[in-house]
């Protein structure tokens, strides 16, 4: 592979995880939302998240070898390059639709520059991913602002929730090792532009839902490092898969 | 108070040559999330062009058989400065397909959803007419235009959601049957 | 009864026997009412309790694609739940109402749903044996005489035929899969296989409300006529590919061309009905812990909605 590409195999592997990670925790509350309708609704955005992990998983085979199956069972913790946001669990609804709302606004942002990339797969699967995020990020940023407005308890837990999320949305825009070397080629955009055009719609709406944002330090790490939760995570996973390892499924 | 919150009657157009047709309710807090919900509980598979809500206690339904039970049951005080309003009107208008029931039909203007059926069954004909509903327009809330690519053609891209995608069951069934 | 009402009752049923169906607002006698809202509700619940023993598989699923499926399935069990609900608050009865009889164990459901799953071939199981008894069912009530029942069991019908055929898929592979997967597929099918006839309820001769059900269009076969039915295509599929029914009685019986399964264990059915199953306590526990936490969230967006209106 070329510099460039190694590069490229990388950013699609982080992401995939991305995605994969967060349809796990979305999928964790089939069965028990808070109605019906809910459930079906958030099943939905599970499934979604889920098609896009497998789409940028095979861009990323097509360059680095290996199926989308083996990279997502048979991998330990340190090698997923999932931001940590996104591995949190899932905790309460309030905490869910906000780590969803954060993200897809993150992935809008991401997506309306991916969508031009010199990469033409990449620019396609971009397409078509934000397509779905489009509609992700109405839904979520109608409960925001419904429980963040709603009543004393919805505000103070999306509160609680805001503050614990916060220092976690500076990853998102954290540059990879190899950043340089795509944002030259026109392949993706600069991580600091995505992150104004992120700030640019998430500060209003958190404010428009009588949220505050917390002054937090802003630590930035590589997506190489994860939290003990992620270990958890796919120890369950991947557990299945793992019994039988010569096996299809 | 603890509720499952309102009903919302959903109207799915499957394509634009079609009639919105009642397809069932959700339960929701207002009428943008009802859309919202409505989309996801009722458009996870093909086809839908466009969705409308409405809540469901604003909506006037009458049968063929409550009709006919009560020839007074248009009569009613109209308040005289009640103003003219636009009133959807739906029909159910088949007994045999299983998946019919009100269909949008035409508009009228009225000045309460009693008259506004009425003036319906006088433009529309009363035969062969089962079911007659009545919603107000400004109760209706509706998916808007050009967002067909992000509300409705993800359901279609969903393929494994489909029998077709798995193959013949009835094959080993039939193959089954052959050998005995 | 006095005369309106005998006439009332013989056109209602003349209705039925022309092959109408019977809507919201139709004149129906209280019995029907009653009868359908038992049943849509007992249907609903299922559905929704359902959800459970697969939704708990999908956090474990070994294969992207298998994952994805699994979660369109549960999700679509919640539809369905929905489009039941739907149907039965059509006949006068709210959610709230069948929630809280279904929360404080008042409200029965599909028995099937007290089984534990203990391996991931119980998912494939499930959806080939399981959904395939719930089809056959569920094609019958399409036929229903009230118009908001025919129509979800319709669209229900539609969106299950997957739910079968994605488990037979997995089955299928399994059976001709490593040594492991064979074992699990087979160790399935011995646990599933007598759950799932229970399914279409007590013999015919056990149950007193089939006569009044058929009559009124809600009904168009008995339980044993299903069931035969059910028994005689899975048992060749299963043979097919080396599976073993767990039934040391079954018999083909080339007079009929019906297969002759052995005697039912009732008293085991009826202890799981009444609710002693191995995993009612622990289902009905989930469903009301998710009904609680739930609470504030649902007040949050009325509360919203209020202020806005």
């Known amino acids: 592979m070329t510099e460039i590409e190694r590069a490229l195999a990388e950013k699609l592997l982080a992401l995939a995880d991305d995605e994969l990670i967060l349809a796990h925790r979305n999928s964790e509350w089939t069965g028990h939302a808070p109605i019906l309708e809910e459930d079906i609704a958030l099943a939905n955005i599970a499934q979604d998240e889920l098609g896009h992990a ?69 620019a396609e699967v971009a397409a078509k991913v934000r397509n779905e995020e489009l509609y992700h990020y109405k839904h979520t940023g109608a409960w925001v602002r419904r429980l963040g407005l709603g009543t004393e308890e919805s505000h103070c837990r999306m509160q609680t929730a805001l503050n614990e999320l916060w220092p976690y949305t500076a990853q998102l825009f954290t540059p990879g090792a190899d950043e340089e070397v795509l944002v030259k080629a026109g392949i993706t955009p600069p991580p600091a532009e995505v992150r104004e055009a992120w700030a640019a719609k998430v500060l209003p709406w958190l404010e428009a839902a009588n949220l505050s944002i917390p002054l937090a330090p802003t630590v930035t790490l590589r997506r190489a490092e994860h939290t003990p939760h992620l270990t958890r995570l796919l120890a369950e996973m991947q557990s299945v898969a793992r019994s039988d390892p010569a096996a299809e499924w | ?149 992000s509300w409705f053609a993800p359901a279609r891209e969903k393929k494994y959601k489909q029998q077709s995608e798995y193959g013949d069951v009835g094959g080993l069934r039939a193959k089954v049957r052959r050998n005995l | 009864m006095d005369n309106t009402y005998a006439q009332k009752l ?63 399935k549960v999700q679509d069990e919640a539809g369905h739940g929905q489009y039941l609900y739907h149907a039965a608050e059509t006949l006068g009865i709210t959610r709230e109402e069948m929630l809280e009889a279904l929360l404080t164990g008042r409200a029965k459901y599909s028995s099937i749903f007290n089984y534990p799953t203990l391996t991931w071939a119980d998912v494939g199981m499930i959806g080939w044996l399981v959904d395939g008894a719930a089809i056959k069912n569920q094609t019958m009530l399409a036929h229903c005489s009230y118009g908001p029942y025919s129509r979800a069991m319709v669209r229900i019908c539609a969106e299950e035929a997957f739910h079968q055929k994605q488990g037979k898929e997995m089955i299928v592979k399994y059976a001709s899969g490593t040594p492991a997967q064979r074992a699990m597929a087979q160790d399935a099918l011995n646990r599933w296989w007598w759950p799932s006839l229970m399914m279409f309820g007590p013999h015919d001769a056990d149950s007193p409300n089939s006569p009044q059900l ?92 209020a202020r806005m209106a």
């Open chain 3, 10 to 72: 013989a056109e209602f049923e003349a209705r039925i026997a022309r092959g109408e169906k019977i809507e919201p607002g139709d004149w129906m006698p209280e019995e029907y009412r009653r009868q359908l809202i038992r049943m849509i509700s007992q249907h609903a619940h299922s559905e929704i309790v359902g959800m459970l023993p697969e939704g708990a598989w999908i956090t474990s699923a070994p294969s992207l694609r298998r994952k994805l499926i699994l979660i369109a």
């Open chain 3, 214 to 305: 058929i009559r009124w269009g809600i009904k168009t076969k008995t339980n044993d006529e299903l069931r035969q039915e059910f028994v005689d295509e899975m048992v060749p599929e299963f043979h097919a590919i080396g599976l073993q029914i767990p039934d040391p009685d079954l018999k083909f019986d080339p007079a009929t061309g019906h297969w002759r399964i052995g005697p039912i264990d009732w008293e085991h059915f009826w202890q799981v009905v009444k609710g002693n199953g191995p995993m009612n306590a622990e289902r009905l526990a989930a469903r009301r812990k998710a009904h609680e936490e739930g609470r504030w969230v649902r007040e949050a967006l009325a509360a919203y909605a």
């Open chain 1, 54 to 122: 497998m789409l940028y998983y095979e861009l990323h085979c097509a360059l680095a070898g290996g199926t989308p199956d083996r990279l997502a069972f048979f991998r330990e913790a340190a090698d997923f390059r999932n931001v940590q946001l996104v591995e949190l669990p899932k905790g309460d609804w309030a905490f869910t639709m906000l780590r969803q709302y954060l993200f897809d606004a993150y992935e809008l942002a991401l997506l309306a520059q991916l969508t031009h990339s010199a990469h033409r797969p990449l």
């Open chain 2, 1 to 149: 108070m603890d509720t499952q919150w309102p009903r919302w009657e959903v109207f799915k157009q499957d394509d634009p040559q079609q009639p919105h047709r009642s397809i069932g309710t959700v339960h929701a807090p207002d009428a943008e999330m009802a859309l919202l919900i409505a989309r996801d509980v009722h458009v996870r598979r093909p086809d839908c062009a466009s969705l409308w809500v409405a809540r469901a206690d604003c909506i006037t339904a009458l049968t063929a058989e409550e009709i006919a039970a009560d020839p007074n049951w248009h009569i009613e005080n109209i308040p005289p400065d009640a103003p003219m309003q636009l009133y959807l009107i739906f029909q159910k208008t088949s007994q045999r397909r299983a998946m019919t029931y009100v269909a949008h039909v035409g508009d009228v203007e009225a000045r309460s959803p009693r008259e506004a059926l009425r003036l319906a069954m006088e433009r529309f004909g009363t035969n062969k007419v089962f079911v007659w509903w009545a919603v107000p327009a400004g109760a209706i809330t509706r998916s808007e235009a050009g967002v067909e690519a």
